[in-house]
C-alpha cells in the first residue's frame, strides 16, 4: 500500500506550536479529515500557513473557531469573523500576505530559493521593514521563503508511490506546498495503483509526498456532484 | 437603471476580443452579464483557471469549481486551471490585459486603496495588490460617492494603498475619468448629470476633456 496510512499515525507529527501548511481557496482543495483530526487532538499554539481561514465552521475555519491557532500567515480573513475578532482582541497573531506573494514565497521554499522579487506592495504597508531592490532599473521588494514542518494538502487522486493528481480549482496552493515542507501528507479521494495515473498526467511528482490518507469528510458547503476529472 | 447596471454596462464597452480579464468582487462581477454577445473575452479566476464562465443552474453545481469570492461557477470548453504560482504568473507577468476592481477610495496620482480600514475592517489584500501592480490595464468600478455621501475621489487616498499610481480608468454612474500624468480627466459625463454634478461629488481636481462625451451605457 505504499505511502497510504491514517489519520492518527498523520497526526503523531503534530504538536502544539507545529508550524503547518494547509492547501485550499475558501475550502475547496481543504483536506477536511485531517483538519477534524487536528481539531479532535487538541494541540494549540499552531502556525499556519494557508491563503485563508475559510468560513468560521469550514475547514480552517474550525481550527480558529476552536482557539487552536497562535499566528496565521494568509492573504485574506474576510469570510471568517472569528478569526477578526480574534485578531482584534489580541489573541491571535495574522501576517497578510498578497496572494501571489504567498504563493511564491512557498514557491521559493520548496525549490531552494533565498527569496522573490517582486513589485507586489511597493508603497504600501506589506513593504514595511523590508529591503527593497533595484534590478535592470525596476525597484522590487525582497520577500523571504516561506516552510513548514508539515505540510497537509488535498489531491483528487493518488498512486501507491504517491504521485498527485488535483481536480479543478481544488489545485491552487497544494502543489506548491508539496514541495515546502519536512514532513507532507495529501489527503485524496482516490487511492489508485501505480501505473494507474500515467506520468503525462501526474502534477505533483511522488517525491514531494510522505504519506497518503482517504478522505473521511468533506465540508463544503453546498454538498453537489462531480463531473468527473 | 440602477447605478450598479450603469457601471458594468459601461466598463463591458472597455473589453475587447481576446483580452485576458480579471473581474473582481461585487459591481465588477456584474460586468460579465454585459459582454456582446459571442465576444472571446478570457476570464480569469484567481484562485486558478481561465475560462470562468456563467453560474451554473441549480443541482448542477461542482464542488470544485469555485470563483475567487467563494461562489460555484462553471468553466468554459477550452479553459484550463493551474496552481496559485501560475495564476499569479498570469496577474504579474504582463500576460493580464485588463482587471476591474472596487475601490474604497482613488486618487489624482491613480493611487487605489480597497483593502482595509484601521480599526473596522480588515478582511486582508487576497490577491488585490498582485492585480492592480500585475494588469496591464487597471479600471476601478464603483459608485461614484460612499454610502454617506462622501467622496471617494480624492485629492490625495487617506486610507492603506492596495498599490501606487496603478489606476488607469475609473468609472461610476456618474461619469469615466482618465488617469494622466497631468491629472484626472473628465471624459464623460453620464445622462441626467452636468460636469458641475460631477465636480460637487468628486474631491479631486477634475480637468475637463477638450473631447468631453456623454457616458454611453
Redesign the interface.
Given at each position: 500500500m505504499g505511502k497510504l496510512t491514517t489519520i492518527d499515525w498523520v497526526l503523531n507529527r503534530v504538536h502544539d506550536e507545529t508550524v503547518l501548511m494547509i492547501g485550499g481557496?475558501?475550502?475547496?482543495?481543504t483536506p477536511d479529515s485531517l483538519i477534524d483530526g487536528i481539531v479532535k487532538k487538541g494541540v494549540k499554539n499552531l502556525t499556519i500557513i494557508a491563503?485563508?481561514t475559510c468560513y468560521p465552521g469550514m475547514g480552517i475555519g474550525k481550527l480558529v473557531v476552536n482557539k487552536q491557532v497562535k499566528k496565521l500567515i494568509?492573504?485574506?480573513?474576510?469570510?471568517n469573523s472569528e478569526t477578526?475578532r480574534q485578531?482584534t482582541a489580541g489573541e491571535i497573531e495574522v501576517e497578510?500576505a498578497?496572494?501571489?506573494?504567498?504563493?511564491?514565497r512557498i514557491?521559493a521554499g520548496g525549490a531552494g530559493l533565498g527569496g522573490v522579487l517582486?513589485?507586489?506592495?511597493?508603497?504600501?504597508?506589506?513593504a514595511e521593514g523590508k529591503k527593497t531592490i533595484i534590478a535592470n532599473g525596476k525597484e522590487f521588494l525582497l520577500e523571504l521563503p516561506l516552510r513548514a514542518q508539515v505540510a497537509l494538502i488535498k489531491a483528487?487522486k493518488a498512486d501507491t508511490r504517491g504521485n498527485l493528481l488535483?481536480?479543478?480549482?481544488?489545485?491552487?496552493?497544494?502543489?506548491?506546498m508539496a514541495a515546502a515542507a519536512d514532513y507532507v501528507v495529501a489527503e485524496v479521494e482516490h487511492f489508485v495503483p501505480e501505473g494507474d495515473i500515467s506520468p503525462n498526467e501526474v502534477m505533483t511528482p511522488g517525491i514531494f509526498v510522505d504519506n497518503i490518507i482517504l478522505q473521511e469528510v468533506?465540508d463544503?458547503?453546498?454538498e453537489?456532484?462531480?463531473?468527473g476529472a | 437603471m440602477k447605478p450598479k447596471e450603469i457601471i458594468a454596462r459601461r466598463v463591458a464597452r472597455e473589453l475587447r476580443a481576446g483580452n485576458v480579464v480579471n473581474l473582481g468582487i461585487g459591481i465588477p462581477t456584474l460586468v460579465a452579464n454585459y459582454l456582446p454577445e459571442n465576444m472571446d473575452v478570457e476570464l480569469h479566476?484567481?484562485?486558478?483557471?481561465i475560462g470562468l464562465g456563467p453560474v451554473p443552474q441549480e443541482g448542477?453545481?461542482?464542488?470544485?469549481?469555485?470563483n475567487?469570492g467563494?461562489q460555484?461557477v462553471t468553466?468554459n470548453t477550452g479553459g484550463a486551471?493551474?496552481?496559485?504560482?501560475m495564476?499569479?504568473a498570469i496577474?504579474?507577468g504582463g500576460h493580464l490585459d485588463i482587471t476591474v476592481l472596487g475601490a474604497l477610495e482613488v486618487d489624482e496620482q491613480g493611487n487605489l486603496a480597497n483593502w482595509m480600514v484601521p480599526g473596522k475592517l480588515?478582511?486582508?489584500?487576497?490577491?488585490?495588490?498582485?492585480l492592480t501592480?500585475?494588469a496591464r490595464k487597471v479600471i476601478v468600478a464603483m459608485e461614484h460617492n460612499a454610502k454617506n455621501g462622501s467622496a471617494k475621489i480624492l485629492k490625495k487616498c487617506r486610507l492603506?494603498?492596495?498599490?501606487?499610481?496603478e489606476v488607469d480608468l475609473i468609472i461610476t454612474e456618474k461619469a469615466v475619468i482618465e488617469v494622466t500624468e497631468e491629472g484626472l480627466v473628465l471624459k464623460e459625463v453620464a445622462p441626467g448629470f452636468t460636469v458641475e454634478d460631477v465636480r460637487n461629488a468628486t474631491e479631486a481636481e477634475l480637468i475637463v476633456s477638450s473631447e468631453l462625451k456623454e457616458m454611453a451605457v
Open positions: 481557496f475558501l475550502g475547496v482543495g491563503n485563508d494568509v492573504s485574506h480573513i474576510g469570510t477578526g485578531m497578510l498578497p496572494q501571489g506573494t504567498l504563493a511564491e514557491r517582486t513589485p507586489t506592495g511597493l508603497g504600501t504597508v506589506v483528487y488535483f481536480r479543478s480549482s481544488s489545485r491552487n496552493f497544494n502543489p506548491l468533506y463544503n458547503a453546498v453537489v456532484g462531480k463531473g | 479566476s484567481e484562485n486558478g483557471f448542477h453545481e461542482d464542488a470544485d469549481v469555485i475567487a467563494g460555484h468553466i486551471f493551474f496552481d496559485s504560482a495564476s499569479f496577474i504579474r480588515v478582511p486582508g489584500m487576497g490577491g488585490a495588490m498582485d501592480v500585475g492603506p494603498l492596495t498599490a501606487r499610481k
